[in-house]
């Protein structure tokens, strides 16, 4: 068995754990960041709509903690990736800006929404206000949300299946141009060792930290380290459990498949949608020419309440789709748009994936009682110096890498004065 020593090391090279390890980095911190993958952003962080959130979604939570939470997460995101990845925004490749549209059946009428996207708004104005350093995506809008007229509404969707609609600031990012620059900044700080293909089975605490065994593609290994960051996704919690963390109750996963195609040139420049609220879904027009597809009746293809995901979901979250399934999936999916957002049959299909959600709830997002409408009880969790990390949103991650570097730092100096 292959023994290392690290003082920090880091599960999981997700956007969370890759933000975590190069903070750590750039504060001259060494740091071993270990993925399941061969290679970094390999899973959810890659198959997400990466959108940037400003906490529009979270309109049924009406204590407004996910939302601001989400504010948070987003008015510092460019400029945290800036310090690890460089000043440059061509990684963002921008899509175009959301409409939130409100299905004729959204379990929250559009007053509601109103009120809610008005408490969005003067949250982002006044935390721009209050400090010049924050910004959205590089901007600083003038507006973040209006509604839409009628006309705008029909110029591209089906007005008879909405209730209402509203144009929004918010954008999501291209993950693979993302995933590529993070990949680059690990390979060439000399304060990362990235050890890829290494599946971390057991974790034991051990008078003076951690050890952490495994497999991979070399055979059998053992990393013992000081402190522990846990950045994983659907295996978090399971590892969690080793060291008597117990899990969450009504612990949610959903196997949420997503389809990447070409558009026709006459929506490319259409705008990017979220649907709301309940079962609905997310398009995103990208720069390129492609789209990021979600259609939740025909995307959602698992559901359990276990600690860990079922392995069948597996290869589906490494971009392993059987061809039958995904011309079924991609097919069901860009029928299930084209019927309120027309031309949308026309794509040409180019990838079929899937990531898990991870989640609380019991019911679905179509019941307004659904725990998975509050997303406020995320971010990290320390004991020691062992960190568990629930990202909640690609949005939050660099906001929670920054606590989780504050921390570890912190105890790192705690222990050197003692000594």
């Known amino acids: 068995m292959l023994v290392r020593r690290t003082d920090t090391l880091v599960l999981g090279a997700g956007l969370q754990g890759t933000g975590v390890a190069l903070e750590l980095a750039r504060r001259g911190i060494r740091v071993t960041l270990m993925d399941a993958e061969p290679r970094a952003m390999n899973r ?3 198959r997400s709509e990466a959108k940037i959130h400003l906490g529009f979604i979270y309109a049924n939570d009406r204590s407004l903690r996910s ?4 504010i948070d997460g987003a008015l510092r995101f460019r400029a945290i990736l800036a310090r690890w990845i460089g000043l440059g925004l061509d990684w963002l490749a921008l899509s175009t800006p959301f409409h939130y549209l409100v299905a004729s059946d959204s379990i ?3 007053s509601r929404l109103a009120e809610h996207y008005a ?3 003067e949250r982002c104005r006044r935390r721009l206000e209050q400090d010049a350093k924050l910004d959205y995506l590089g901007a600083r809008p003038e507006h973040w949300v209006r509604p839409l007229e009628d006309r705008e509404i029909a110029a591209y969707f089906d007005p008879e299946r909405l209730a209402a609609g509203f144009s929004t600031a918010e954008r999501a990012l291209d993950t693979d141009k993302l995933a590529s620059r993070l990949r680059r900044a690990i390979a060439n700080s000399p304060n990362v060792t990235f050890l890829p293909s290494h599946v971390a089975r057991t974790l034991t605490e051990e008078s003076d930290g951690f050890r952490v065994e495994g497999d991979g593609a070399l055979g059998t290994w053992c990393v013992q380290t000081r402190q522990l960051v846990n950045a994983t996704w659907e295996r978090r919690l399971v590892l969690d459990q080793q060291l008597g963390i117990p899990p969450p109750r009504d612990l949610l996963h959903r196997l949420k498949f997503r ?3 070409r558009l026709p040139a006459d929506l490319r420049g259409a705008p990017s949608v979220s649907m709301v609220l309940g079962r609905y879904g997310d398009i995103v027009i990208r720069p390129d020419g492609t789209a990021y597809l979600s259609w939740y009746p025909a995307g959602l293809r698992g ?3 276990e600690v860990e995901p079922p392995a069948a979901w597996d290869a589906a979250c490494r971009g392993e789709v059987a061809p039958a399934l995904a011309r079924e999936i991609g097919s069901e999916m860009l029928a299930g748009i084209d019927a309120w957002f027309p031309g949308i049959a026309r794509c040409e299909p180019l990838i079929v994936d899937a990531g ?15 725990a998975l409408h509050d997303r406020s009880s995320i971010g990290v969790t320390s004991r020691g110096g062992y960190h568990s990390l629930n990202t909640g949103k690609l949005t939050t991650a660099p906001l929670f890498a920054v606590e989780t570097a504050d921390r570890v730092e912190a105890l790192r100096l705690t222990r050197r004065a003692a000594s």
């Open 44 to 46: 959810a962080s890659l």
């Open 67 to 70: 939302a601001f939470l989400q």
């Open 108 to 110: 929250v009428a559009p």
């Open 119 to 121: 408490a969005v708004e």
């Open 259 to 261: 389809v990447v195609a």
């Open 303 to 305: 559901w359990s309440h």
């Open 356 to 370: 898990v959600i991870v989640a609380i709830g019991r019911s679905d997002v179509d019941d307004a009682s659904s």
